[in-house]
């Protein structure tokens, strides 16, 4: 059987050839052309009968084969330089080539693509659109608002390279443009109002606490299924005067209502009937909450909510998937919520929560210390369900609580009390917590020096028999546990959305917020209502339940950690928030208002130049702006007034090509230096994502940005804005968009929950922002002591001992073989699985593509259809693949890569010890031997560091410049990272060298 030469699945690309070829003189196109005899002879002798017109095996034709390549065989010269070099042309079976063959035949080709390359590219400017998330911020920053516009527009196409801000794919259509027209009306429609009339508000007070009603509302509320409302007595709502220093009008919240259809439980009832009081228009309810979800969870803490005199106290809502085992439509648990008839539909809103941290009890687990009686103080029954106990010395105390005639009872095998256990409320010294009672042992607790008062209630019906307090030394395993959770600070996170019939659709208002202990304090939350779902039912909707929004207050969950409970007293709205009037947004755009004139075009005209230089980013022209006036002049003689007929100019600035693309505008096909404006924004939505602010326009308008331009440059880095950079960067570079889709086996995989897959997305760019801002070296990519995580990612890599930070992301040094550079992370060796199975072609391929720059070619189009090879291992199914023709020689340039990857699992953690299935060895293309991925970890980054950082630098510098660098760019940064390593630089100075680069500062 004739093999294949099988060039085409070989590792190509640009990078190819750095190294050797790259680092000496350009060879002329005369000495390729006066070597092309030899070198054609000898792919007519080895070559031609597999890769002819009629054969083209691969996908690849030599026969016709020219002495220089073109644009278009460039690539097929790449293919056979590599395919010889590597020795898979020819194939084993076939007639080797002789040393002067082979030799010949690679200087050949060497010397024409050196030739080819060192060809002049021409420049001729470039102009590229912003991309959506561009697009969206600079909308923002120009107006100064929060909406987000940008709903319906077109997803960005994505490069080959994996980048969504590159020129060649950056196009715009006509419907396209329609949708970039509708979304500027939307965008100026949330800054301009009609400052003639003023501002309707909406407020509206939440409070909770035992009794705090002193009239509640005698109507039995219902709120639809597993809505568990919170007694009306423990609920008061209030409208709150609204105090402003301008004219507002009070929103008042209606008090009246008529529907023809309700819910009496889970029944449907029809027919009219009216409902009075604020109570029907707001309610105070907790779903999915202790006991009513299906599955009955019970927190082995204690109850996940209950009403105290201060408050409503709420434990870590747990989500669902955590204890169910699948994703719940009624939210985690416990889910409190504030479901409202009315509120705005447009505007900004501010949501107060007034909270703090309870100065909590630790209620111990089920089936922990069971046995021990413990030497300790009784307490005495001075009433019914009241004890009084003289507390020796101020310490840690174990409370211990006798039920008369019931032993200790065995917990649930997932570590919940067990089913038939009955609540017991224990208030110690003015702190309440109620558990399931399972053993005497109950509650740890930080006693004071003094006479302490008990009281406890028992749902069963026996009776409480005795009380007793058992002093644990500081060494003691509970009073550790206690230690631990008093130093620990829950986190505040509210949600906005809608509610349906059997759930909710709520999105995050901003991120948690630590709680501290103390006085309550106010956490504000503020946000776009435009931003967050919104059922939009029609007006006068009779059913009851109807067009319902909800406000949720959660204490966010990061780990089963022992967390002290968030005490919530109030929850206050208020919207459209204004803090003044006219708003900022309104005023950001008439800046540059000429105040001074009577007249109105001379007052537009200034108002236009201003608006229309903030989003051409440069000066606008007298010709532009005329344009734009006269766009305002018609609106004028249409009959709106000077203010409404800016409107139509302003969003015609915005779908301006000047506001959608970065224009860099050259005279002649060479290389030129950019204008400083240009410069300044290309920095900008560089490392920020974002337009040039202030400072860096100011210093471009001035002309002092190209020699201010390290100190710009670390200032956009040190800026929180640079994460923007980071995180778009780190998505596409790494491929984080696999993580994305990739539907992993739950039975398999469960610790991969919904709420944790958040977190690993973000823990890329968290590592690769901390390691560019601390100029990390090379190495680091690959090999790293450190490793990036919050409470959440530590939990799940097994790293909860080491790191409190809540969801604040923190280096932890981790001494694991398994962890350590983007090479580890979960989020992308998940992603490169089948959701059941590691994959090694994916990982050997993305490795080869984005961390040592060998990218391989496409699989050709006829690849054989392999028979069923299930019963087979993973290292024989790829052997198997690697024989069939066609597919050999890509696979011997990938799956050595992919390989000692074996031992993550497809839910991108490494996979526990001791299965004996598990291969990590692998022979490297270059014939490098490593036994496990330790070695394999050790290679990247000893012996091939030089590559590592040449494929960070080089997608670096794509996505600054919005275009994959030329062959001589490539050179350039091929020899920049070798000087940097070489004088102990890192990341950050990688980054600098790209900014003060040719190919960055020139069009």
């Known amino acids: ?71 278009a065989t460039r690539s097929v010269f790449e293919r056979v330089v590599r395919a010889v070099r590597d020795g898979t042309m020819p194939p084993e079976e076939a007639p080797p080539l002789s040393d002067a063959e082979r030799d010949g035949l690679l200087a050949w080709a060497d010397q024409a693509l050196a030739a080819f390359d060192a060809r002049p590219v021409p420049r001729n400017g470039s102009v590229r659109r912003l991309t959506v998330a561009q697009y969206r911020q600079a909308i923002q920053d120009l107006l100064g608002i929060e909406d987000d516009v940008t709903g319906s527009l077109p997803a960005d196409a994505i490069s080959k390279e994996g980048f969504t801000n590159q020129a060649a794919t950056l196009q715009l259509s006509p419907s396209q443009l329609e949708a970039y027209l509708e979304a500027a009306e939307r965008a100026v429609d949330a800054a301009l109002v009609d400052v003639t009339q003023p501002p309707a508000i909406q407020r509206f007070r939440v409070q909770l606490g035992r009794g705090i009603n002193q009239n509640p509302v005698a109507d039995d509320l219902i709120l639809g ?76 803490r204690g109850r996940g909510h209950e009403v105290v005199a201060g408050g409503l106290l709420l434990r870590p809502s747990i989500p669902s998937d955590r204890y169910l085992g699948v994703g719940s439509k009624y939210g985690p648990l416990p889910n409190f919520k504030v479901a409202v008839r009315e509120l705005p539909d447009e505007g900004r809103f501010r949501i107060t929560v007034r909270a703090a941290c309870y100065d909590d009890l630790l209620v111990v687990p089920p089936g922990n ?72 042992a109950c509650v740890v607790a930080r006693l004071p020096h003094e006479t302490v008062t008990i009281r ?103 780990s089963d950690r022992d967390m002290p409970r968030l005490l919530v007293e109030s929850v206050e709205f208020e919207g459209p928030l204004h803090d003044q009037w006219p708003p900022a947004s309104h005023q950001l755009l008439m800046q540059g208002a000429d ?48 203010t409404q007929a800016l409107r139509d100019a302003c969003v015609a600035t915005l779908v301006s090509p000047q506001f959608l693309f970065l224009v860099e505008a050259s005279e002649t096909p060479a290389a030129e230096p950019l204008a400083p404006e240009e410069l300044a924004a290309k920095l900008s939505f560089f490392l920020w994502n974002a337009p040039p602010d202030a400072q860096l326009l100011e210093a471009a308008a001035a002309g002092r940005l190209q020699a201010r331009l390290t100190a710009e440059t670390n200032r956009l880095l040190d800026d929180h804005r640079f ?94 073989e398994d962890l350590g550079g983007v090479i580890t992370l979960p989020a992308v060796l998940a992603g490169l699985s089948n959701g059941r199975e590691p994959n090694p072609v994916k990982r050997g391929a993305w490795l080869a593509r984005t961390l040592i720059a060998e990218p391989p070619a496409d699989p050709p189009p006829n690849v054989p259809v392999l028979e069923d090879l299930s019963q087979l291992s993973l290292r024989e199914k790829l052997e198997r693949h690697r024989s069939a023709q066609g597919c050999r020689g890509c696979h011997e340039s990938i799956d050595p890569w992919g390989l000692p990857f074996e031992g993550y699992g497809a839910d991108g953690r490494a996979i526990p010890e001791g299965d004996a299935a598990i291969e990590t060895h692998a022979r490297l293309p270059d014939g490098t031997e490593v036994a496990d991925f330790a070695a394999f970890r050790d290679y990247l980054a000893e012996e091939r560091p030089d590559r590592v950082g040449l494929s960070f630098a080089w997608h670096l510098a794509t996505y600054a410049n919005g275009r994959r660098p030329t062959p001589q760019e490539t050179q350039w940064l091929t020899k920049m990272v070798g000087d940097v390593r070489a004088s102990g630089g890192g990341l950050r100075d990688i980054l600098h060298a790209i900014v003060g680069s040719e190919m960055f500062l020139t069009k």
């Open 1 to 71: 059987m004739r093999a294949s030469i099988d060039v085409c699945c070989s590792l190509a690309g640009l990078l190819l050839f750095l190294g050797g070829v790259w680092a000496a003189e350009w060879p002329s196109e005369e000495a390729a052309r006066s070597a092309f005899p030899l070198a054609h002879a000898v792919v007519q002798k080895h070559c031609a009968a597999c890769h002819d017109e009629q054969q083209h095996e691969g996908g690849v034709q030599l026969d016709r084969i020219e002495s220089l390549p073109t644009v």
């Open 723 to 816: 994460d923007a950079c980071v995180d778009t960067f780190a998505s596409e570079w790494l491929r984080l968009d696999h993580f994305d889709v990739v539907e992993v086996d739950q039975t398999r995989f469960p610790h991969l929950a919904k709420h944790v897959r958040p977190h690993l997305r973000r823990q890329p760019a968290a590592l690769l922002g901390h390691l560019i801002r601390s100029n990390a070296a090379v190495e680091t990519l690959v090999r790293s002591e450190t490793v990036m995580v919050n409470e959440v990612v530590a939990d799940y890599l097994g790293l909860e001992e080491s790191v409190e930070s809540g969801f604040a992301f923190v280096p932890v040094r981790h001494g694991r």
């Open 456 to 558: 406890a209630a028992y749902a069963g019906p026996e009776p409480i028999d005795a009380i007793t307090l058992v002093p644990l030394d500081a060494s003691h395993a509970l009073a550790a546990r206690l230690v631990k959770m008093e130093q620990r600070r829950p986190w505040l996170g509210v949600h906005l959305g809608l509610r349906r019939d059997c759930g909710s659709t709520l999105a995050a208002v901003g991120g948690p917020q630590r709680v501290e202990c103390g006085e309550l304090r106010e956490y504000v939350f503020e946000g776009a209502m435009a931003n967050f779902p919104n059922p939009r039912v029609e007006a006068d909707n009779p059913n009851y339940l109807a067009g319902f929004r909800e406000i949720a207050v959660r204490s966010e969950y990061t």
């Open 369 to 440: 210390m069971r046995g021990e009686a413990g030497i300790g103080v009784e307490a005495t029954r001075t009433e019914e369900d009241a004890w009084s106990v003289d507390v020796p010395h101020a310490g840690i105390y174990l409370v211990q609580v006798g039920i008369a005639g019931l032993e200790p009872r065995v917990p649930q095998s997932d570590g919940q009390p067990a089913a038939n256990s009955q609540e017991l409320v224990l208030t110690i010294a003015e702190r309440q917590v109620t558990s399931r009672w399972s053993q005497p």
């Open 225 to 300: 299924h597993i809505s568990k409302l919170l007694p009306t007595a423990d609920v008061l709502i209030s409208e709150p005067e609204i105090t402003k220093p301008f004219a507002c009008v009070p929103i008042a919240m209606q008090r009246h209502f008529r529907f023809i259809e309700g819910y009496q439980g889970n029944d449907t009832v029809r027919g009219w009937r009216d409902f009075e009081g604020i109570e029907h228009a707001v309610f105070a309810c907790l779903r999915g909450s202790d006991g009513d979800d299906a599955k009955d969870f019970l927190d082995p």
């Open 595 to 642: 105040a001074d004139t009577s007249d109105p075009e001379v007052w537009a005209c200034s108002v236009l130049r201003s608006f229309a230089t903030r989003a051409f980013r440069r000066p606008v022209t007298e010709s532009e702006l005329g344009g734009l006036v006269k766009i305002w002049r018609r609106g004028v003689e249409a009959g709106r007034n000077p």
